[in-house]
């Protein structure tokens, strides 16, 4: 039974290309980018070749890209760092952000730093502009944090409209892009946009490696303090090896944007239509538009006993996906996204999520599983 991957907005597979740019920097260029000596002149030139490289495909300056260990790292960053260095007294985000920004926020709030407020979001998890700009109305001035699009549900924010309403009312303005870096075009000169974050590991580059953009005269301080690394920003010895391979992952992922987006868009239809047809009751979560993230389906199946074991039994089968419960009892703490968007509490849902490596025939294999699963339950649940 060959595995099947569908969880790509966990992470996904290193392409066999990015670990051969990456192999020359963990074996034969071995010196610290910091040494003045000629080691340490090769890694420094293939980071700021790197760092060039991304700053074009962003339309910003290399001068305006910091590596970070990944979208956490940018996250807490641009958090923490503004609300302190720009003397922010109040915090605009939505219920559905990835932990990385909703914890930090949170912290921040208990720690008496920032009042918080949480912009509605409809079912779907679109956000409400309209009480986006009325919260910006009463408190001009605030960090607003909004992602890009949803992980588990593939919504997504018109990003440019909602960085002309954060900067209408002076805000500051940070969004996690890093379900969308290397899946779309983001060009920081056409988005008024203060901070924007990227993680290697879901464009097919290294894990544990990523990068912050801070739009230049902002005015924040480090988040890492230590030695002069990323001009005094993050102190630490580089991660050479990740940074080389980040920045080749992004370089194949926007040589291929279209071409990978449309197949995979593709793939994430075929499925739906597939499920509609073939498994009843089935729904969706989140956004299965032609505006969506494409990578991510997010379906939710009818109560019934095969489905409280759902992913078990996919997993079981060679499927790998994931998923989270809307109810929060016992030691299931649930996803925080399912029961903000008030999901059905007693059916089960999985996020599958593809990428350029994904085919139709495993997408057939899974859907004939789920049938098996299904049509095979003959819980009274179902009946
Ligand atoms: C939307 C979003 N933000 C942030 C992160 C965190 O990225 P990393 O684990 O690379 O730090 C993830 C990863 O799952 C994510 O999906």
């Not at 080691?39 to 590596?67: D, H, M, N, W």
């Not at 499927?319 to 109810?327: H, K, P, R």
């Not at 599958?352 to 025939?361: A, C, I, L, M, V």
Request: with cysteine; proline share 4%; glycine share 8%.
């Amino acid at each position: 039974m060959t595995p099947i991957y569908l969880d790509n907005a966990a992470t996904t597979q290193t392409d066999p290309e990015v670990v051969q740019a990456m192999l020359p920097y963990l074996g034969t260029h071995f010196g610290n980018p910091s040494s003045i000596h000629s080691y340490g002149r090769v890694t420094r030139t293939a980071i700021e070749q790197a760092r060039k490289q991304i700053a074009s495909f962003l339309g910003a300056s290399p001068s305006e890209i910091f590596f970070t260990s990944g979208g956490t790292e940018a996250n807490n960053m641009a958090i923490v760092r503004s609300i302190r260095d720009l003397k922010i007294k109040h915090a605009i985000s939505s219920p559905i952000e990835h932990h990385a920004v909703s914890h930090t926020l949170e912290a921040l709030r208990d720690e008496g730093e920032i009042s918080l407020s949480w912009v509605n979001i409809d079912a779907a998890g679109t956000v409400d502009l309209k009480h986006l700009e009325s919260l910006l109305q009463e408190n001009p001035g605030s960090f607003v944090s909004l992602m890009h699009a949803n992980n588990e549900l593939g919504t997504m924010l018109p990003l440019r409209e909602t960085a002309e309403l954060v900067k209408k009312y002076q805000g500051v303005f940070h969004s996690d892009t890093v379900q969308t870096m290397g899946h779309f075009p983001i060009n920081v000169q056409e988005i008024q946009v203060d901070f924007l974050n990227c993680a290697a590991h879901k464009f097919h580059g290294p894990k544990g490696i990523g990068f912050i953009y801070i739009r230049s005269g902002t005015g924040i301080h480090p988040f890492i303090y230590g030695g002069a690394q990323e001009r005094n920003m993050r102190g630490g010895t580089e991660n050479l090896p990740g940074i080389v391979g980040l920045a080749k992952a992004l370089e194949i992922a926007n040589s291929h944007l279209d071409e990978h987006s449309q197949y995979i868009r593709g793939l994430k239809n075929y499925m739906a239509e597939k499920l509609r047809t073939e498994i009843s009751g089935v729904e969706f979560n989140g956004d299965i538009s032609e505006n969506s993230l494409y990578t991510v389906l997010n379906v939710s199946f009818p109560p019934s006993q095969a489905g409280e074991m759902l992913l078990f039994s996919l997993d079981i089968q060679g499927i790998a996906a994931s998923g989270g419960s809307a109810c929060s009892s016992g030691s299931d703490v649930g996803s925080h996204v399912l029961k903000a968007i008030g999901a059905d509490a007693s059916r089960s849902h999985v996020r599958f999520s593809f990428s350029k490596y994904t085919t139709p025939e495993e997408i057939d294999r899974t859907i004939e599983v789920l049938k098996g699963i299904f049509i095979a339950d003959k819980s009274p649940m179902n009946a």
